[in-house]
């Protein structure tokens, strides 16, 4: 994808995220991972570090050293969608305790990643 249709994409899954209620912490942890996910391809598209058709999909299946070279592209933006997907396992395919902080904290982390990306920094 070409960065504005990351941009389009995830303005799309916000949108919809907004609709979520409280209780609803499966998806609104699925949607900051999704639109995460958009808007971290867009910045690192507009920064030149990855091209069109090469695009992170989830940061656990880069390798090492493709994780680290994002890093230090932004290192916050990429800890930050890395911290969202850690939340799907215990609250999105499991029952854990504690599953409305986690969708808060998704929602957090979700607001840091457009934040950076829209900035232009």
Not at 70 to 80: F, I, K, T, W, Y
């Amino acid at each position: 994808m070409h960065n504005e249709q990351h941009i389009a994409a995830a303005e799309r899954i916000e949108r919809s995220l907004r609709k979520c209620t409280p209780e609803d912490v499966e998806m609104r942890i699925e949607a900051a991972m999704l639109a995460g996910t958009h808007w971290l391809n867009a910045a690192l598209h507009r920064l030149g570090v990855t091209q069109p058709g090469k695009d992170v999909f989830h940061t656990y299946l880069l390798t090492v050293n493709e994780y680290r070279r994002l890093c230090v592209a932004d290192e916050e933006m990429v800890r930050a969608l890395s911290e969202i997907e850690d939340l799907r396992p215990p609250y999105v395919r499991g029952n854990h305790a504690g599953a409305q902080a986690a969708a808060e904290r998704a929602d957090a982390l979700l607001t840091a990643i457009r934040r950076k990306a829209t900035s232009g920094n």
